[in-house]
């Protein structure tokens, strides 16, 4: 008989251990379902883990690639990720993410087409003001109703995403683009442009203000009050309450600040590498940076770790959709199964496997 038996205290060896077993048995999995797709399991895994960094055939797209890839998912994982140690959930960085585009984007094409060094900050405050906004309908309704934040954030992802279906059919449509959908193109408008800070690298500001949210989570974290209170609260939360912790208060600064980030993210990717508001503008990085956050164990150097491993699985899929033939489905599945076998492994942080009679740990 196998059981599962309480440790004492978590395992600190199987806290670092089970992301990269995780990693391990999704790559061992993800094998099988190519295989089962009639393709050569270990060409996939190689196409997608290992040629977009060391193929020199493909690598001089790749890698600038990954940066621009990593920084929305690494901005919006730290903003989640002081949520989560929290116990507050905020599901709904997708919407956030959106609206934060809107919003930045809608600043510079109220202002074309002027030409100022203000133009870029403009939208800057824009987007983070849109996004917080945004992730302050599921807080106050947490606060001051109790409603499930869970749902209310993630319901309002589909509210944002016929927000931005109208915007890119309607008020910010292209007047020049023959009736096509989508707004003008940011790329082409140099006041409003996110440009590459350093060639053929994929740094763009989005990425700094990424590595800038990695260091400032930390020191909010190890450094500050505020951060010891987000620990208290999401490992003891009766003993946060002795502490003078305001839970309220909390919900609201976790999600003021995740959707603060998201609206970031949403800002830089649609002055920068996507250019503008469009109908599918989102592809999901609010809801892969959930993936992101628990792989990199809701430390901001273990997201930055796992924000460029979850970019390559992009990169890498798309490569492997083109060469191999992969459906996006297959890929898709395969970046879900590193946060269901994070989930699976996890729970041999918090208990021992045993083999023999004994009552089962509840």
């Not at 009639?38 to 493909?58: C, H, M, S, Y």
């Not at 001089?60 to 989640?80: H, N, T």
């Not at 906004?133 to 869970?150: C, D, G, Q, V």
Request: proline fraction near 5%; glycine fraction near 12%; charge should be positive.
């Amino acid at each position: 008989m196998i059981r599962l038996e309480r440790r004492p205290e978590p395992s600190r060896a199987w806290t670092a251990a089970t992301p990269i077993l995780a990693v391990a048995l999704t790559m061992l999995a993800g094998g099988a379902l190519f295989a089962a797709l009639g393709k050569d399991p270990v060409a996939a895994i190689r196409t997608i883990f290992w040629d977009p960094l060391f193929n020199e055939q493909f690598a001089a797209y790749s890698r600038p690639q990954l940066l621009v890839k990593a920084g929305p998912l690494i901005l919006i994982a730290i903003g989640l990720s002081l949520g989560f140690r929290a116990g507050v959930w905020n599901i709904g960085a997708e919407g956030q993410y959106i609206i934060g585009a809107i919003c930045g984007a809608g600043v510079a094409l109220a202002l074309y087409p002027a030409e100022s060094a203000l133009i870029f900050p403009a939208m800057v405050l824009a987007g983070a003001l849109g996004g917080f906004l945004w992730a302050m309908i599921p807080a106050i309704l947490k606060t001051r109703f109790n409603t499930n934040e869970i749902l209310v954030s993630l319901l309002l992802v589909y509210v944002a995403e016929q927000l931005l279906a109208s915007m890119a059919l309607g008020a910010m449509r292209n007047p020049e683009g023959g009736g096509f959908p989508g707004s003008r193109n940011l790329q082409q408008y140099p006041s409003a442009h996110n440009p590459e800070l350093l060639a053929n690298t994929g740094m763009h500001w989005g990425v700094v203000a990424a590595f800038l949210a990695v260091i400032g989570a930390y020191v909010l974290l190890n450094r500050h009050i505020t951060g010891f209170h987000i620990r208290l609260a999401g490992e003891a939360p009766k003993a946060a309450r002795f502490a003078g912790v305001r839970p309220n208060a909390l919900v609201v600064f976790c999600f003021g600040v995740s959707g603060a980030l998201a609206g970031l993210a949403g800002l830089f990717e649609v002055s920068g590498p996507s250019g503008q508001i469009s109908i599918d503008f989102n592809v999901g990085y609010g809801f892969t940076a959930i993936i992101v956050a628990f792989l990199g164990r809701l430390h901001p150097l273990g997201i930055l770790l796992a924000g460029l491993l979850m970019a390559l699985t992009y990169i890498g899929g798309e490569l492997a959709q083109f060469m191999l033939g992969l459906p996006a489905a297959a890929i898709q599945a395969f970046q879900g199964m590193l946060l269901f076998f994070l989930l699976a492994v996890d729970v041999l942080t918090n208990y021992r496997v045993r083999l023999g009679r004994g009552e089962v740990a509840r």
